[in-house]
T-cell receptor
Framework: GQQVMQIPQYQHVQEGEDFTTYCNSS?????IQWYKQRPGGHPVFLIQ?????EVKKQKRLTFQFGEAKKNSSLHITATQTTDVGTYFC????????FGQGTRLTINP | DAGITQSPRHKVTETGTPVTLRCHQT?????MYWYRQDPGHGLRLIHY???????DKGEVSDGYSVSRSKTEDFLLTLESATSSQTSVYFC????????????FGPGTRLTVL
């Protein structure tokens, strides 16, 4: 099945700094979803992107789907301590394949 | 949370013993999934179900079996637990109308000694 590589694996930032995580695939993706998992919690759906070049925003979070539909990014502007957690991308239908996740820690 | 519960939430068992984890949902969703989560590996699909008595294997199904005799319950069984099966197990469902979107249960932390 299609694999998605997610980078970086870990990211530590100062509160107020920006953060970006990337998902990359060698093949065209039908869609991409993003999930957030708080420490000790379960993954929670954030958003789904379907169209080439699509950009969606949720407050300080910006999600992009590449023009070739082979990559996606999640960017957080001015991180806050509530952003701490692991961010996963996933792709597919019914059977999702997830990236390895990016764990974000923040120094207040 | 899409009405998903998992039981038990924590379990410690010994190598060689059988273990069954239960996922229960209250909203009649058709698709259900079992994942395991390990550091450095993200979420890996073990088995999934697309209806009562309809199940299929995921990428890490060896050593696991599942059953779904009712829409609301999806059981994951480790026939003979091994230490490599120490993990956090998540159940998930897909919502009809948004089949690519999954909602996860709270997880079961399993330790095999």
């Amino acid at each position: 099945g299609q694999q998605v590589m997610q980078i970086p694996q870990y990211q530590h930032v100062q509160e107020g700094e920006d953060f970006t995580t990337y998902c990359n695939s060698s093949t065209t993706l039908s869609n991409i979803q993003w999930y957030k998992q708080r420490p000790g919690g379960h993954p929670v759906f954030l958003i789904q992107l379907v169209k080439s070049g699509e950009v969606k925003k949720q407050k300080r979070l910006t999600f992009q789907f590449g023009e070739a539909k082979k990559n996606s990014s999640l960017h957080i502007t001015a991180t806050q301590t509530t952003d701490v957690g692991t961010y996963f991308c996933g792709q597919g239908a019914q059977k999702l394949v997830f990236g390895q996740g990016t764990r974000l820690t923040i120094n207040p | 949370d899409a009405g998903i519960t998992q039981s038990p939430r924590h379990k410690v068992t010994e190598t060689g013993t059988p273990v069954t984890l239960r996922c229960h949902q209250t909203e009649n969703h058709r698709y259900m999934y079992w994942y395991r989560q390990d550091p450095g590996h993200g979420l890996r699909l073990i088995h999934y179900s697309y209806g009562v008595k309809d199940t299929d294997k995921g990428e890490v199904s060896d050593g696991y079996s599942v059953s779904r005799s009712k829409t609301e319950d999806f059981l994951l069984t480790l026939e003979s637990a091994t230490s490599s099966q120490t993990s956090v197990y998540f159940c998930a469902i897909s919502v009809v109308g948004a089949p690519d979107t999954q909602y996860f249960g709270p997880g079961t932390r399993l330790t095999v000694l």
